[in-house]
């Protein structure tokens, strides 16, 4: 089994998301439409677009069991898709905010989502049967634009990262839709938007993710760090790995032990954790150590550079492909498998590529690709 599959899909792709059995994948071409993608054999085949925001999308998520999707555009709107006699018919979301919204995410039971925007709010949704359309809530206290929000495991929790540095954690419990709030660190009376933890950060946080049990927040920004933080004692103790590279875009736990961050360097990290201990462990797109030593040699760089200076006249090499499969910025990363393990793994960037990553061939071909 190959450790990855390859699909060029769009141009440029912005954000994606799957839905329940993983058959069909739509995604964002940085523009003001959805394409959905159905997989048949081992190609895509487009199925559909939808057309109803004005502006650029800049999130997309699907849920798996109600199979909705949601929207959310530079135009300031979200859309909640339902699929009704074989068409996807979009409902306006209202949202109240005088910003773009940055990135939409569905809660863990689907009974509302949260919409992120640069109106220094986070806007919480939910439908209200009485009137029949979605409704919103506000959670404020940002000092400026909210770039990524994700849910606590039980559905009343929120972290979000922000472009003011920092990482904070609200109540997102709603009344009329959660039937009960469930006991958490931070205590069982809690009031919606409250804000119940904030932690700092060296630059604009650009992904936030809470672990599988919810006893971790992962955060990444954009001075190239990566910080951890283990809430299930108060105050949290926090660790912060510091990057080689470039920022980190977006996250995904793999395991409680385990975790990977996508961004400008085009590649998946992969960081572990020993003994509760966290650091960087290797890059997951990389070749085996026989492919490295013929394409690094001392001979292979000299021919490339002969080759440069016949057909260029250039004193270095100006091949400006990538080593890596991803050949731009990843994007977005989504998990394809649920569980407690994630074995397989999707990413998506700017050079329009969707790959899914399968950790077990990645584990058998490479000794330090080990998913604890």
């Not at 960087?280 to 001392?298: M, P």
């Amino acid at each position: 089994m190959s450790t990855s599959e390859i699909d060029h899909l769009a141009n440029c792709i912005t954000t994606h998301a799957w839905n329940g059995d993983r058959s069909k994948v739509a995604i964002s071409p940085n523009s003001n439409e959805v394409m959905i993608y159905t997989k048949k054999g081992n190609t895509f085949e487009l199925e559909q677009i939808l057309q109803e925001h004005d502006q650029v999308i800049t999130s997309i998520d699907w849920a798996p069991k109600t199979n909705r999707i949601v929207t959310a555009s530079q135009d300031r709107n979200a859309f909640v898709w339902n699929y009704e006699k074989n068409e996807w018919k979009p409902t306006l979301v209202i949202l109240r905010i005088n910003r773009a919204a940055t990135y939409v995410k569905w809660s863990p039971l689907e009974n509302k989502f949260a919409v992120a925007s640069g109106a220094k709010c986070v806007s919480v949704c939910y439908f209200e049967e009485d009137s029949n359309w979605w409704i919103s809530k506000h959670i404020k206290k940002h000092k400026s634009t909210v770039l990524k929000v994700d849910w606590h495991p039980n559905n009343c929790l929120l972290v979000t990262g922000s472009s003011d540095f920092k990482c904070r954690v609200f109540s997102a419990h709603i009344k009329v839709v959660d039937k009960e709030l469930p006991r958490t660190v931070f205590g069982d009376k809690l009031v919606f938007g409250e804000p119940l933890l904030e932690m700092n950060a060296s630059g604009w946080v650009h992904g936030v993710k809470w672990s599988p049990s919810g006893n971790l927040i992962a955060f990444a920004s954009h001075d190239s760090s990566l910080c951890i933080a283990n809430v299930s004692n108060l105050p949290p103790t926090i660790q912060k790995v510091n990057l080689r590279g470039l920022p980190i875009r977006d996250l995904l736990f793999l395991s409680e032990n385990s975790l990977v961050g996508v961004g400008e360097d085009c590649n998946p990290l992969l960081f572990q954790s020993e003994g509760g201990n966290w650091a960087f462990v290797s890059e997951i797109d990389k070749k085996s150590e026989q492919a490295a030593a013929s394409g690094d040699s001392a001979a292979g760089n000299a021919r490339k550079l002969f080759a440069s200076k016949v057909t260029l006249g250039a004193e270095s090499v100006t091949d400006t492909k990538l080593e890596t499969q991803h050949q731009n910025c990843i994007t977005s990363i989504r998990a394809l498998t649920a569980g407690a393990v994630v074995s397989d793994f999707s990413t998506v960037g700017l050079d329009g590529n969707l790959i899914v990553w399968h950790t077990k061939a990645l584990e058998a071909k490479f000794k330090e690709l080990k998913i604890k």
